[in-house]
């Protein structure tokens, strides 16, 4: 079993940044490979960004290319997000996925987190 608790969200507005955290425990978390995933309000929950279990590989959404940047240390993973705009408004989930692949796939994934609130002001 992996715990996962995502901490960081908040109110900003657009253009600024936030930095999100996913504390992890429970089973080797550096066995996992780790995504970020959002949902808005009336939408499907969206792939955002994920890294390998080894850090080497990084995947993102086109969408958030060149803003976000995600990364993790022994036992969390983090997703920075710079240039933050309205349309990223959501929350925000960090998964954890045993199989390391498919990380794009929201449905590959076997634990989440309870989720944290990005709003972002025009």
């Known amino acids: 079993q992996v715990q996962l608790v995502e901490s960081g969200g908040g109110l900003v507005q657009a253009g600024g940044s936030l930095r999100l955290s996913c504390a992890a425990s429970?089973?080797?978390?550096?066995?996992?490979?780790m995504g970020w995933f959002r949902q808005a309000p009336g939408k499907e929950r969206e792939f955002v960004a994920a890294?390998?279990?080894?850090?080497?590989l990084t995947y993102y959404a086109d969408s958030v290319k060149g803003r976000f940047t995600i990364s993790r240390d022994n036992a969390k993973v983090y997703l920075q997000m710079n240039s933050l705009k309205p349309e990223d408004t959501a929350v925000y989930y960090c998964?954890?996925?045993?199989?390391?692949?498919?990380?794009?796939?929201?449905?590959?994934?076997?634990?989440w987190g309870q989720g944290t609130q990005v709003t972002v002001s025009s």
């Open positions: 998964a954890a996925n045993s199989g390391n692949f498919y990380l794009e796939v929201r449905d590959s994934y076997d634990y």
């Open positions: 429970g089973r080797i978390f550096s066995r996992y490979s």
């Open positions: 890294i390998s279990w080894s850090g080497g």
